[in-house]
């Protein structure tokens, strides 16, 4: 059962803000410990670190003004990487590394543009993971015209960043139809005026005969002087936008990504109740220059830090220690870092002083040092600065170093090392072992940047080397790091086979190894190439005593499916375990990797938790994977859930690479572990990132005159629709903590999700509305009935739902969540015909009432042009839009400026004319009358 304390600190940690990886401070208005990193596969450039430089300043001046005085830039850090000369004024980092910078300069896997963007895939107001800037961004002042000033495009990234606030444009829906019928560009605000425009000596912009909108090659061309001032979601790249969208600028009507994940809450509104400005009050003076320091990383220095006090010896903990630790050892942590090994129980020993890991000698004398036995009590502070010793005796410093700290036991002591731990620079990396380990460890990685864990005493889980296999280094550079490719255990009975598939692809195979465990006595082993060849136990190093067998395959591993098979035959069940690793088969071509992890640490009851996972290839996302995720609880069976990547709440978009899905079966409070498996399959293949990208702008109108920017280089179809194949990863996503579960059964707490992707159009006199099925609990199971409701008014049904008029959906049975559900109906009282245009909503129930949050609001219009258009038809600038509106609209090719001028001048030239015809009439006259006098 928990401790009252242990309950109370979950509940403490469970009113702060989610974060990423980032350990950015705001304080008095200023960001400090902001990072940016510099890739490894970068090549050195002083004109990079100079152009990084120039567009901080920038950007802090941009910021300032664009949160009205609220925020700048006050500490910012470049990480240069190891690579790089050593130059005197690089000082050296501590906990900043290029895993956990904030803005990453790395080129793009597979040339696709350098559109800047921002890895954003939490909900409304939650934090992004980075920004991801490319070299020739930084390098090209040709793209200045495409994205605008470097530091105002770094403020609209770090707003996705920082703030979870969404793009106001939309490159899928460029165009839609206004509440009045009118079209208007997808954009905010909509004060934003231009024309509509295609490039090419022979484009002329079309409309669709169905929708009524531009075509695809039509773009809204903004005018280059404008007097909006917003906004930065938008459009930064325009000289007098300086502000975000508030609630008197905010379009509340455009089909944008803002608009439905924030439930049509300006950018304004999202920023300045975010937890950095909702208290902040406004700068009286101008900010200072952020201040830029340049730190360069160094040599990877690691140190175990292992529990031998006499809990080890429970439940084979110390045997299944040294297992993992051969295994980070022998695979994991990279040729040319430093290892040493520390012990502790209530006092702490050296047992192996820092060694460069240069051979397979240099390992197998750590492995050598692990320990082999447990006894005494625990003292983990004491681990802790004897690590922080064997730092010291190498190089006289702590900072920048990694501790790894295992430990089971209990420790009412540990905070008394907290602040010493802060002042080390270190990061420490923390695994839990057992239900007893003590609970705030996890803290120890929280204040130092490190990853957490947690094994349970389960021989069948394997969770143990899954922790020490994420630990890898990160500095960025894929092609150094060992990936696990499978992570398998099961308890076999006598006479019985344990069986199963590791698919290794070909952007992996180098350093190939298959660690295979065991409980009593060695299986037998068959392991089968693609080829067909036979691995069997003679193959392997065999370990009797740490009943461990090792297989490396020589050179680069087969690609294919390769199968393995253990046969129990000893005379009672036993668990087995199979681990594999390999790393990249060539250094430029990154592999396919697994960031897995909740959105939480923690989480009270009944509150629930998302899982995510990111799957991709150097930058580029992997799509159409398998993904299944293992929730393990310390009591209690493992919960599996399929991750899926379809646009459905929590998935903010279709197809990005990241899978996701809630958590709610809850099996008691404590520590859960989480790990996800990756398959590839045959239709898994790479994809663009689409979300959150800085508008590449087609051009300007200058003086009456479109000029066109350089089209955006073409995303080459070869490229992004390659088929990644057959491949398996396995990721440990680390630990989480839940508190607040109250015994037996639980009650029925959680409504189904929110419907975000819902649609509807109208086909004659039919609409039809499709959306993703939500759940009975968020996105699992079944809903019991669905509410829809209908307005003339978008506003009604956002502000006041119940009061919109209803929809007959007794005969809907829904769908298991995650399917696609299709509804069409006739309304009686509504005549479908030209302008016609209604907005729609929905909501789910559970059986036990818990009803969902309100939907997207989804238009249905049927506008058809009063002159009928065949789809090669140009639109004209005095096409009507609205059938009985002949207005004109500033998306039509001329705005309202532009209009006056020219009915202006048409009647100056009219009234010309007529004076001439007047005059020359009545100088005719005049002749006529003086000749007839005469």
């Known amino acids: 059962m928990l401790s009252v304390l242990y309950l109370t600190v979950l509940l403490a940690l469970y009113m702060l803000p989610t974060v990423s990886s980032s350990n950015v401070i705001f304080r008095n208005n200023g960001y400090e410990n902001v990072v940016i990193a510099i890739h490894p596969e970068i090549p050195e450039s002083d004109d990079i670190i100079t152009q990084i430089q120039a567009m901080i300043k920038e950007s802090s001046s941009y910021l300032f ?22 130059k005197t004024e690089y000082k050296m980092p501590t906990r900043e590394t290029f895993d956990n910078a904030d803005i990453v300069v790395a080129e793009p896997y597979l040339k696709y543009g350098d559109d800047p963007y921002t890895l954003q895939y939490g909900g409304c107001g939650e934090r992004g993971r980075y920004i991801h800037l490319t070299p020739n961004f930084l390098l090209d002042d040709t793209l200045l015209n495409v994205y ?38 997808t954009k ?61 600028t905010h379009n509340s009507e455009a089909p944008n990504l803002q608009n439905r994940m924030c439930n049509y809450r300006s950018t304004w509104d999202v920023i300045s109740n975010s937890k950095d400005l909702k208290d902040t009050t406004p700068m009286t003076s101008s900010p200072p220059l952020p201040m830029v320091t340049l730190l360069q990383a160094g040599d990877r220095v690691v140190c175990l830090v292992l529990d031998t006090s006499g809990s080890m010896a429970n439940f084979n903990r110390i045997q299944r220690l040294k297992q ?36 397979n000698y240099t390992r197998q004398e750590l492995v050598n040092s692990l320990p082999t036995s447990a006894s005494g009590g625990t003292n983990i502070c004491s681990g802790v600065r004897k690590g922080f010793e064997v730092f010291r005796q190498h190089d006289g410093r702590t900072n920048g170093r990694e501790i790894v700290l295992l430990t089971d036991g209990e420790d009412t002591g540990i905070r008394s090392c907290f602040t010493e731990v802060e002042d080390s620079g270190s990061i420490i990396h923390t695994i839990s072992l057992g239900p007893q380990a003590a609970k705030e460890l996890e803290q120890l990685a929280n204040m130092t940047g490190g990853l957490k864990y947690y094994a349970t005493d389960s021989l069948d889980s394997n969770g143990l080397i899954d922790a020490f296999t994420g630990i890898s280094s990160s500095n960025g550079n894929l092609s150094q790091q060992s990936i696990q490719l499978e992570s398998n255990g099961l308890t076999v009975k006598t006479k019985e086979w344990f069986n199963g598939t590791v698919s290794i692809d070909k952007s992996v195979g180098k350093d190939t190894f298959f660690v295979i465990t065991w409980q009593t006595s060695e299986p037998d082993i068959y392991v089968w190439a693609p080829s ?62 697994v960031n897995a992890h909740m959105n939480a640490d923690t989480s009270v009851y009944p509150n629930p938790l998302m899982v995510f996972a990111e799957v991709s290839q150097g930058f580029l996302p992997v799509v159409k994977a398998s993904v299944i995720a293992t929730i393990e609880p310390e009591t209690g069976t493992p919960v599996t859930l399929e991750l899926l990547d379809n646009g459905a709440d929590p998935d903010v978009a279709k197809n990005d690479g990241v899978y996701s899905r809630y958590f709610t079966s809850f099996k008691g409070n404590g520590r859960y572990s989480l790990k996800v498996r990756v398959q590839g399959k045959k239709t898994t293949r790479l994809a663009s990132r689409r979300q959150n990208r800085a508008l590449y702008i087609p051009g300007y109108v200058e003086n009456g005159v479109v000029q066109f920017n350089p089209s955006k280089p073409p995303v080459d179809d070869d490229d992004l629709n390659v088929n990644v194949g057959s491949f398996s990863r396995t990721s440990s996503g680390g630990t989480f903590s839940v508190a607040g579960v109250p015994p037996g059964p639980l009650p029925d707490k959680f409504p189904p999700s929110k419907i975000i992707d819902l649609e509807a159009e109208i086909k004659e006199d039919t609409f039809i509305l499709i959306w993703t099925a939500p759940g009975n609990d968020y996105d699992l199971g079944n809903a019991s009935d669905y509410e829809i409701r209908m307005s003339k008014d978008p506003l009604t049904l956002r502000n006041n739902f119940s009061s919109a008029e209803q929809i007959n959906t007794s005969h809907i049975i829904p769908l298991p969540a995650g ?73 039509t090719g001329i705005n309202i400026t532009m209009l006056v001028l020219l009915v202006a001048g048409s009647l100056i030239v009219v009234l010309i004319i007529v004076s001439a015809v007047v005059c020359g009439v009545n100088s005719s006259k005049k002749k006529r009358a003086s000749h007839q006098a005469a």
Not at 344 to 351: G, R
Request: charged share 20%.
């Open 532 to 593: 067909g060849r036979i691995y069997m136990m003679a193959n392997f190093t065999n370990d009797v005593t740490l009943k461990t067998a090792r297989l490396q395959i020589p050179g680069i591993a087969e690609t294919g499916d390769w199968i393995y098979s253990f046969y129990n035959k000893h005379s009672s069940s036993q668990a087995f375990g199979i681990t594999v690793t390999s790393r990249a088969a060539d250094h430029s071509v990154p592999p396919v990797t």
């Open 148 to 185: 605008g000033p470097r530091g105002n495009l770094l403020v609209h990234e770090w707003a996705h960043l920082r703030w979870g606030v969404f793009d106001e444009y939309n490159v899928d829906r460029p165009f839609y139809i206004s509440g009045t019928g009118n079209i208007e560009a």
């Open 65 to 86: 003004r664009a949160t009205k005085q609220r925020a700048y830039f006050k500490d910012v850090k470049i990480l240069i990487p190891i690579t790089w000369s050593n």
């Open 188 to 248: 905010c605000s909509s004060d934003v005026l231009g024309v509509l425009a295609c490039h090419g000596p022979a484009c002329i912009c079309k409309k669709d005969s169905a929708t009524g909108l531009p075509d695809a090659d039509c773009m809204f061309v903004p005018d280059k002087v404008q007097s909006a001032t917003s906004s930065v979601m938008y459009l930064q790249g325009l000289s007098s936008v300086v502000d975000f969208c508030d609630n008197k």
């Open 324 to 359: 993992a630790g051969e295994v980070f050892l022998m695979q994991i942590i990279e040729t040319g870092s430093y290892a040493g090994i520390v012990t502790f129980t209530s006092s702490a020993f050296i047992k192996k002083d820092l060694v460069l890991i240069e051979s």
């Open 819 to 891: 399917n696609q559900e299709s509804f069409s109906f006739k309304l009686e009282d509504v005549v479908t015909e030209n302008g016609t245009i209604l907005y729609f909503a929905a909501r789910a129930f559970d059986k036990a009432g818990n009803m969902a949050d309100i939907s997207n609001i989804a238009q249905a219009a049927m506008i058809i042009p009063s002159d009928p258009v065949k789809p090669d038809d140009p639109v004209k600038p005095d096409d009507p839009v609205k059938p009985d509106d002949p207005t004109d609209n500033p998306i």
